[in-house]
Each structure stands twice: as C-alpha cells, then as structure tokens.
C-alpha cells in the first residue's frame, strides 16, 4: 500500500544500502531490500503525522541524519564476530519475509550462491520457505533451537523427526543439505567466509550470543 501511494520515488538499491525521495527530501540509508523501505515510511509518515498533532517541526537534517545511520537487527543485518567471519542475518519467519530476503539476495548478488544455516520456529511454513532459500543456496543447514521468553513463554523449533524427513527428501534431489540437530555443532559445520543466518528471530539471538562467545 504504502509504495503504490508515490509517497517515496526514485528508490535504488546497492551494495551500501538504499537511496530514495520522500516529502521532497533525499534520503540515504544503509539500510537493504525494498522491504526496509515500507518500515521507514511508515516510520516517516508517522512523525509527520505526530508533528502536525503536536505543532512541532521536524529538523530535516537530525532526520536525514536519523535514517543514514539506522541499524535494524535481524532485517539483512550484516557483522563479524570475534574470528572475523561475516554473518547476514534476517529474522524472515515466513515466506513473505523470505521472499523479501531472496529478492535482496539476487539484487545485490545475482551470480552468487550462499551458504544457509536454518531453524524454523514450530508451526510456521518451513517448507515453502525453504523452497525458497534452494534458489539462492549452495549448502544449508537445518538446526534446532528451543528458548524460553519472559512473557511468551517456552518457543522451540519444529520437530526434528519432521524436518529430518524433508531434508533426506531434498538430498534425492542433489541438494546439500543436512540436519545437525545442536545448533553449535551446525554453526561451526560452515567453512566459508559468509553465512546467511535466518528462520527464525528467536533463533537469530541464540545463535549470536554464541557467534560473539569467546568459543565461536
């Protein structure tokens, strides 16, 4: 809804992030995917709408200033660890969100493969988001995850027996891929340099407390 209404134009997309038009203003953010540019004018419009309310006006360089310097968590958030490895992690938990980190992925990258390390939270689409991920990938790993949140309670991954199935389905078809059940052990399988860590947000914070450890 929001980019149909030609509230932003002139939006490119690049290896540094995003550029693009809003409110006769230029924007630059590091920010990456056309996904991130829905969040930001909804974000945009709603300071917009508070200013007007609340008969204050927005400084157009603290706000430029604002979104070049925005970092998200989990949304194609790139960082090495200790060992200077990268890592991109996206938090996509279902397959609109996985087709949004797959469109990115072939925009920026269109000739190349990744490396995956997956966990799916119980009871979401795992298999049309992995269908998905097969497009872009050149090993996947398939682990689990099981974390306790206050207020939310006890979240785990699907049942290992149910993915491990799928994923011995997928072998027949030459894919490389594999289930490792500790994801530790899943994480340190991985030899190259990048990993596209995604699935699940609740296993994004499990799996960068231990990437940052002094163990990883």
């Known amino acids: 809804k929001w980019l149909d209404d030609d509230l932003v134009t002139d939006i490119k997309l690049n290896r540094n992030g995003l550029t693009f038009k809003y409110d006769n203003q230029n924007f630059q953010t590091k920010l990456k ?18 200013s007007i309310r609340d008969s204050f006006e927005i400084n157009p360089d ?32 279902n397959p609109q969100k996985m087709k949004g980190l797959i469109s990115t992925l072939k925009s920026l990258h269109p000739d190349q493969k990744f490396s995956f390390l997956l966990a799916f939270k119980d009871g979401k689409d795992y298999k049309q988001m992995l269908e998905m991920v097969l497009e872009v990938s050149d090993k996947i790993v398939v682990t689990d995850f099981k974390v306790s949140v206050k207020g939310f309670g006890i979240n785990h991954s699907i049942d290992s027996g149910e993915i491990n199935q799928l994923v011995k389905k997928l ?22 340099e990048k990993l596209v860590v995604t699935g699940s947000l609740y296993f994004l914070v499990q799996a960068y407390k231990f990437l940052n450890s002094d163990i990883s």
Request: no cysteine; charged share 30%; net charge neutral.
């Open 33 to 50: 995917g056309l996904f991130q540019i829905e969040n930001l004018l909804q974000a945009l419009e709603t300071i917009k709408l508070v």
């Open 62 to 93: 603290k706000l430029n200033y604002s979104v070049e310097n925005l970092e998200i968590f989990g949304r194609f958030y790139e960082f090495k660890n200790k060992n200077s490895r990268i890592f991109l992690y996206d938090g996509a938990h």
């Open 171 to 192: 072998q027949t078809r030459g894919v490389d891929i594999e289930y490792i059940r500790d994801y530790k052990k899943a994480i340190e399988s991985f030899d190259k």
